[in-house]
């Protein structure tokens, strides 16, 4: 039987692709930018790429400076310091704008190639889509919505006879490679290989060798990293200090009142039950654990939400795949008369034509000719004929601005300021000077975040630890409660504002 050829136009995948890059670089150009660590992965980036080595020293601090840190994903800051040296933030947000939205239209495709119809399809991708959106952001963990796909999707495509083992083996091998210097969420890729290996030894045993092999295929890429089995440990002691994370807000569980993201996640949750509920189809054990086990991430950390999305969607279309195609077969046609009969069958006859003719068209042409396109004219100064096009950067209105400006005027020692721990990286981006902190939970170690947050938190003792520290100035989000407490402290003064932080300075 002679195969369709592709179709060259665009599919409801590069739809979604486009809207994801529409949102994200035009009309909310600062989105990817809210987050202040952006400036401490750039800056590692540009050293990497200026000394062609790793940093193994602290960079960015003066109270910890010259400490030994790990840079464990600096292939990550690499790629975004290169995209900054070619097109500036404007390239940084074209990268990280078309990583998310790659990630997506592959997501999209799986469904469509699991055999749910388009319709359904692009409904939930797009609630995936929106419930990860509470974490896209200019960082490395991006990587790890496309690493948790390649994993998800090798494993399922191996259980269902479409992908072999040797290809498995060296599929997740190579990928681990890249991950595990891209973001330590890698540890996700041996969670799933694990779940299907212990679903096999519950089961028939027949692909277990092939699981096992893969495992150990992962676990050599994961040592293809400059800090060998290091880096292990250096992460599980990363993530033993729980009243760190506790603290942070994108390890905090997620609101349900209403919002938008929240509201999708629950979304994603029901669809997945109702699927399992009513549908014909049953989900593979391997699946269905792997849907718990991600859930249960995303219900314990708003960070989580995109790498559940990834994994509940496709699930979903395996639940949904047929409901609401279009029926064909003998025993399918509409009886003759009525007006109402004759609009269903004419309406059924063009769903069936546009779900054949979408299925062809996965050359994926226009998200690659715009992803071109936008990385010249980053590269532009993000100018398109004459006109400006791309504006993306930090957005003033959650950082810094008029305050920075005020640090270089007024001739502020660098050694003698404090700040918001978000806002380190940003502000030794901007002003190129060591901080008192950022936001590396994992590298300042709970003692000293005990002194930070008994000062922002204006507990007692507070004044003592500025003292211990000789603070001479302090720049914090205004409305807080350390900014409050400032105001009413005679040895201080209010000496510049701007829309996002107050800087204050000893009098």
Same mark, same amino acid.
């Given at each position: ?29 600062? !989105?990817?930018?809210? &987050? ?19 940093? +193994?020293?602290?960079?960015? %601090? ?30 940084v ?14 997501? !999209? ?9 388009? *319709?359904l ?17 200019a ?21 269902? $006879?479409?992908? /072999?083992?040797?290809?498995?083996v060296?599929?997740? /091998? ?16 041996? =969670?799933?290989?694990?779940?299907? *290996? $212990? ?23 994961? *040592?293809?990293?400059?800090? /060998? ?10 993530? +033993?200090? $729980? ?43 391997? =699946?269905?654990? %792997? ?16 790498v ?13 795949? $047929? ?9 399918? #046609? ?10 269903? %069958?004419?309406?059924?006859?063009? =769903? ?25 004219? %980053? ?17 003033? +209105? ?10 270089? #005027? ?10 918001? &721990? ?6 030794? !981006?901007?002003?190129?000077i060591?901080?008192f902190?950022?936001d590396?939970? &994992? ?5 000293? !975040? ?15 630890? *500025?003292? +211990? ?19 009413? #402290?005679?040895?201080?003064?209010? =000496? ?5 932080a107050?800087?204050?300075t000893?009098?």
């Amino acid at each position: 039987m002679r195969k369709h050829a592709l179709n060259p136009a665009p599919d409801l995948g590069d739809v979604i692709f486009i809207l994801i890059l529409q949102f994200l670089l035009f009309t909310s150009p600062n !989105y990817l930018f809210g &987050d202040g660590s952006t400036g401490w992965h750039l800056l590692a980036g540009r050293y990497i790429l200026h000394n062609h080595s790793i940093p +193994r020293h602290d960079l960015f %601090s003066y109270t910890f400076s010259g400490a030994p840190w790990v840079a464990y994903e600096w292939l990550s800051d690499t790629l975004m310091a290169a995209a900054e040296a070619a097109g500036g933030l404007n390239g940084v947000a074209v990268l990280c704008a078309s990583l998310i939205a790659l990630v997506f239209l592959l997501v !999209y495709d799986q469904c469509r190639r699991r055999g749910m119809n388009s *319709l359904l399809s692009l409904c939930l991708t797009v609630a995936g889509a929106l419930a990860s959106s509470v974490h896209w952001l200019a960082r490395p963990h991006l990587w790890s919505f496309l690493g948790v796909y390649v994993f998800s999707t090798s494993l399922e495509a191996f259980r269902r $006879g479409t992908m /072999g083992g040797a290809r498995l083996v060296v599929t997740l /091998g190579l990928a681990m490679a890249f991950w595990v210097n891209l973001h330590p969420a890698f540890l996700m890729g041996f =969670a799933l290989i694990a779940i299907y *290996l $212990g679903c096999e030894l519950v089961g028939r045993r027949a692909k277990l060798r092939a699981y096992a092999a893969a495992l150990a295929a992962a676990l050599a890429g994961s *040592l293809a990293n400059p800090y /060998g089995f290091n880096l292990y440990r250096y992460i599980l002691n990363y993530l +033993r200090g $729980g009243q760190v994370l506790a603290a942070t807000d994108e390890y905090r569980s997620p609101v349900f009142h209403g919002a938008l993201q929240p509201t999708c996640l629950e979304i994603l949750f029901a669809a997945v039950m109702i699927g399992f509920l009513f549908c014909r189809s049953k989900p593979a054990l391997p =699946a269905l654990v %792997s849907f718990l086990a991600f859930g249960h991430l995303a219900l314990s950390a708003v960070r989580n939400a995109p790498v559940f999305a990834v994994v509940a969607v496709p699930l979903a279309a395996d639940l949904f795949a $047929g409901s609401g195609a279009p029926a064909t077969g003998a025993g399918t #046609e509409t009886p003759a008369g009525g007006w109402f009969s004759r609009v269903r %069958s004419c309406l059924s006859e063009r =769903a069936r034509s546009f779900e054949a003719t979408e299925s062809l068209c996965k050359m994926h042409l226009l998200p690659a000719a715009c992803v071109v396109i936008l990385f010249i004219v %980053s590269a532009n100064h993000g100018r398109f004929m004459g006109r400006q096009l791309l504006v993306s950067g930090f957005p003033s +209105r959650s950082l810094p601005g008029r305050t920075l400006d005020s640090i270089t #005027e007024q001739k502020l020692v660098p050694e003698r300021g404090f700040n918001y &721990d978000n806002w380190g990286g940003y502000i030794a !981006y901007r002003l190129g000077i060591p901080v008192f902190i950022d936001d590396r939970a &994992d590298f300042y170690g709970i003692k000293f !975040y005990t002194d930070y947050a008994t000062v922002n938190l204006v507990c007692p003792g507070w004044q003592q630890v *500025l003292d +211990r520290y000789r603070i001479q100035w302090l720049l914090i989000p205004r409305q807080s409660l350390l900014a409050a407490r400032l105001e009413g #402290e005679p040895g201080w003064r209010l =000496a510049a504002q701007d829309e996002a932080a107050d800087l204050f300075t000893r009098r």
